[in-house]
């Protein structure tokens, strides 16, 4: 079964920095892309960043560029987002997403039950 | 507000069909393939379509997809309670999202 376990959420005030974790089990992490999508409270989802099988590529949302760096542990089983220059429309529930392929198309077949990050002072 | 245009709400009754819309452009919708998610108030999002019509296994077959030139649907058929929920349309190797719709059961 596949699990995805967020942590690392909490308050930080604006300015401030916090680092993510996502412990991955039940699959094959390193032969995976994963990505992180946030949720601010009462909206949409929104991506924000993605990163390939081994590391080696990640992108970002426009939002997010700068300011949080995504990346992995293979040998740990673990994603990361390290977060910095926070801003109050950071606030949000942040999600571990695994992606997955069909066709050369990306698709997210799981998700955490996220973590949630406030920004205020 | 969200590039992909989804309608706020929708709703139906038990048994009915009903459709959810999602507009794009070529740019988005038109050169790539959409996918859709179910989320329920306080969860995680959970993958109900992929690549415009492909259903991922345990998923009901109530739940259909398409799409065409730059906008996409889905079909939820034989409506059911457990169905209220709110939907989300999704493309370009879901780095973009719709705004949702929150489906209501009447």
Redesign the interface.
């Known amino acids: 079964e596949v699990q995805l376990l967020e942590s690392g959420g909490g308050l930080v005030q604006p300015g401030g920095s916090l680092r993510l974790s996502c412990a991955a089990s039940g699959f094959t992490f390193s032969s995976y892309a994963m ?1 992180w ?1 946030r949720q601010a409270p009462g909206k ?4 924000v960043s ?1 990163i390939s099988d081994s590391g080696g590529n990640t ?1 970002d ?1 426009d939002s997010v560029k700068g300011r949080f760096t995504i990346s992995r542990d293979n040998s740990k089983n673990t994603l990361y987002l390290q977060m910095s220059s926070l801003r109050a429309e950071d606030t949000a529930v942040y ?1 571990c997403a695994k ?1 997955s392929q ?2 050369n ?10 973590t949630l990050v406030t920004v205020s002072s | 507000q969200s590039v992909l245009t989804q309608p706020p709400s929708a709703s139906g009754t038990p048994g009915q069909r009903v459709t959810i819309s999602c507009s794009g452009s070529s740019s988005n919708i038109g050169s790539n393939t959409v996918n859709w998610y179910q989320q329920f108030p306080g969860t995680a999002p959970k993958l109900l379509i992929y690549s415009n019509n492909q259903r991922p296994s345990g998923v009901p077959d109530r739940f259909s997809g398409s799409k065409s030139g730059t906008s996409a649907s889905l079909a939820i058929s034989g409506l059911q309670s457990e169905d209220e929920a709110d939907y989300y349309c999704a493309t370009w190797d879901d780095t973009l999202f719709g705004g949702g719709t929150k489906l209501t059961v009447l």
């Open positions: 990505s999508v949409g989802l929104e991506w993605a992108y949302a999600y992606r069909y066709s198309n990306w698709y997210t077949d799981y998700w955490g039950q996220g």
